[in-house]
């Protein structure tokens, strides 16, 4: 929703606003008659995010101006010794209740990692995707160019694989996840915008491609699968230059994660021929990604077309074209 439709939606003064803490601020400052002089209860889902360095500013600002005479609730799987401050900077007679003083993941999912040299990365994560074909996964990295760079690899190889990052527009992202939770891709690459708060029923199985450095964001990707009783797989990938992070996640969550059941070394390496081909392949088209980004920014900033932003279109005359080429690979 654009800021005037939802200026239009606020002055109807609703019971309950749900908000992004930057658009909440953007009205306070902007939206004429939008006060919260009544507001009775705040409610903060994901609070340490909203504490970090992010969003922190901003919630300070919002703080200032909302009623002090007020209930407030935060929320998380994971807390942070900034939390404990707000507490003590806005909380009157404050009230802690935890599940476990632990920080703890669900014994229905089965944690796994995977020990192998950098160099071949790409390879064994190609080789899982192979091994679990048919099972929805969610393929975590550590930046945007990593997950369009993978995304484009898996799907030179014939993979429905598709990238969620917070590069896309809106739209983009929405649409990438509606395409995962409908089936229509059933890998869906991202980096942490999708690590909290997603509920998907079908996920089956998370790979961390790459390992998170803070260990608390290791619990939030991991919950994706195995939520509500179901159960859920994760894989951790771990090179030579992991293994301290593993010991310490191992560390947090109090449980040691078993060796992923897999084929030879040499089973994997068979793949690499056309592993290497297909990432041959894929920064090809990040590069031509690179350049037609810039030329559609040429074409806006000279006053076209604003739809030509949506590249909605040309992905999939893009797809058309890798599915090809994923053709000739296979060959
Ligand atoms: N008591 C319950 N009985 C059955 N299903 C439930 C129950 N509580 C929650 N669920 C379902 O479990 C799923 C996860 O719930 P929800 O998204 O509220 O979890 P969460 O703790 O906010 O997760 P996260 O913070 O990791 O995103 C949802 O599909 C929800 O409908």
């Known amino acids: 929703m654009d800021m005037m439709s939802q200026a239009i939606a606020l002055s109807k003064k609703p019971h309950i606003i749900v908000a992004t803490p930057g658009r909440f601020q953007d009205h306070l400052e902007n939206t004429k008659g939008f006060s919260l002089r009544n507001l009775k209860y705040l409610v903060m889902d994901e609070a340490d995010k909203l504490l970090d360095m992010d969003f922190g500013p901003v919630i300070d ?3 200032k101006v909302i009623p002090k005479e007020r209930k407030t609730f935060l929320f998380s799987a994971t807390m942070t010794t900034k939390v404990a401050k707000l507490q003590r900077a806005s909380l009157m007679n404050p009230v802690k209740v935890e599940v476990s003083s632990k920080y703890s993941t669900v014994s229905t999912l089965l944690q796994y990692y995977l020990f192998f040299p950098l160099k071949h990365k ?20 550590r930046t945007c160019n990593d997950t369009q760079r993978l995304a484009l690899l898996l799907r ?3 993979f429905p694989a598709i990238p969620l990052h917070g590069q896309l527009s809106q739209t983009k992202r929405l649409g990438s996840l509606n395409k995962f939770k409908a089936g229509n891709r059933n890998i869906l690459v991202a980096t942490d915008v999708a690590s909290r708060g997603l509920d998907i029923p079908l996920v089956d199985v998370v ?3 790459d390992i998170p450095a803070n260990s608390k964001d290791y619990i939030h990707r991991v919950g994706r699968t ?3 009783g ?4 994760s894989i951790t990938l771990v090179t030579q230059y992991d293994v301290e992070l593993l010991q310490r996640i191992e560390h947090v969550i109090g449980k040691k994660m078993d060796l992923f059941p897999i084929g030879s070394k040499d089973d994997v390496m068979l793949l690499q021929e056309r592993v290497s081909e297909a990432q041959r392949i894929a920064t090809l088209e990040m590069k031509e990604e690179q350049q037609q980004k810039k030329g559609s920014k040429r074409i806006r900033s000279e ?3 604003d739809d030509f932003r949506d590249r909605e279109d040309r992905d999939i005359i893009q797809y058309n074209k890798l599915g090809k080429k994923a053709k000739k690979i296979r060959r």
Request: proline content about 0%; aromatic content about 10%; charged content about 20%.
């Open 156 to 158: 030179n190889l014939g």
């Open 226 to 228: 195995a939520r509500a």
């Open 122 to 141: 790409d390879c064994y994560l190609v080789y899982l995707c192979n091994e679990l074909a048919g099972n929805s996964i969610i393929i975590f990295t």
């Open 230 to 233: 179901r159960s859920g797989k």
């Open 207 to 209: 790979i961390n491609f």
């Open 61 to 63: 600002k919002i703080l």
């Open 303 to 305: 006053g076209n077309d």
